[in-house]
Every structure is written in structure tokens, then in C-alpha cells.
């Protein structure tokens, strides 16, 4: 289960109230406080969300490496998982200050993120494995094993795998996205 504390942290260090927060992430007074309690789960796109409403990275509320060496083995990853999601998220870079993160997505087949999200930055990403199709405001674009695609982050979208096969990707962003 994820700890919604952090998030209850974070809020108070910025003298936020729960419906100050609310407004910032367009997450409903509800949600968060049954995160913060740990009651429930946040899905992804609520997660950025209220990183968005806190100005964080998804890797302020999961922690910073203790290493100081800037190798990932790949028995050490930090892997992001949500509940009612069919995807995982490995972290491909340590978590700690920098510019650029890299990481590998896992989208099992039936995985649609319902939402639109966007954040700074921008993003690339290279389908190792199987197909997803990425849209982008009003239009969708199919990538398949070997496609790679890239684009501004403040362009609203979301990912889907369509297919029966998972689909395996490897993402590069600036920003801090997670």
C-alpha cells in the first residue's frame, strides 16, 4: 500500500489544507484525505496530480537512493506499482537530483489510463516489446516493437495497450517526472 503520509507531510510543510490541495491538483477533498489515512490507493494519474498540486516529483514521495553512486543494477531498481492498474513502472535512474530520469514501462494487455495527464518537460520513449498506442490531445499514434516517439509533456496524453501481449517500454524525461 502506498503511505499517503508523505503526502499529509508535504501539504502541512506548505501550509496547505486539504482543500487547498484539492484546488491545486484537482483531486477532490475526499480522495486525499482517504490517501493521507492510507484507506485507499491513489491511481497514477491521481498521484500526478497531486505531485502537480504539491510542486513534487513522484520521487519526493517514494524517497531518495542512499547510494551515492549514480548505477542502477538491475536486481536494485525501485519498481512503482498501482492497484486496479495492469502497468509497472521500474526506475532506471537513481532517485535524486537531476534533470533527466529514464524508465521502463510494463503495460499488460486491457491497460488504458483514463485520464490525460501532463507535467514540464518532455519525453521520449522506445517500445522494446509488443505495441501501445499513445494519445496525444485529439489524436492517437500506434507504436510497435522498434517505433520510438517524442513529444512536449504539456501535451495532455495517456498510454494503452490494445493488444493481448504486454507491451515493454523504455521512457526518457526531463522534468522530474517521477
Not at 33 to 40: C, D, G
Not at 87 to 98: D, V
Not at 156 to 168: C, G, I, L, Q, Y
Request: one cysteine or more; aromatic letters at 6%.
Amino acid at each position: 500500500m502506498f503511505d499517503g503520509r508523505i503526502i499529509r507531510q508535504l501539504r502541512g510543510d506548505l501550509g496547505f489544507s486539504l482543500k487547498d490541495l484539492s484546488e491545486k491538483s484537482g483531486v477532490s477533498i475526499s480522495m486525499i484525505s482517504q490517501i493521507e489515512r492510507r484507506n485507499t490507493d491513489p491511481t497514477l494519474t491521481t498521484l500526478y496530480k497531486i505531485c502537480r498540486g504539491l510542486d513534487v516529483s513522484i520521487s519526493t514521495l517514494l524517497g531518495t537512493d542512499e547510494q551515492t553512486t549514480q548505477v542502477v543494477r538491475k536486481n536494485e531498481r525501485k519498481t512503482i506499482s498501482f492497484p486496479k492498474s495492469y502497468s509497472k513502472y521500474e526506475l532506471l535512474t537513481p532517485i535524486n537530483e537531476g534533470s533527466i530520469e529514464m524508465l521502463m514501462i510494463h503495460l499488460e494487455p486491457g491497460q488504458d489510463d483514463q485520464q490525460l495527464v501532463e507535467h514540464s518537460g518532455e519525453e521520449c520513449g522506445f517500445i522494446m516489446k509488443g505495441e501501445m498506442t499513445i494519445i496525444m490531445e485529439d489524436h492517437e499514434v500506434l507504436l510497435q516493437e522498434g517505433d520510438s516517439i517524442r513529444f512536449k509533456s504539456t501535451t495532455p496524453h495517456r498510454f494503452f495497450n490494445h493488444s493481448d501481449k504486454t507491451a515493454v517500454s523504455v521512457w526518457a524525461m526531463t522534468g522530474r517526472v517521477l
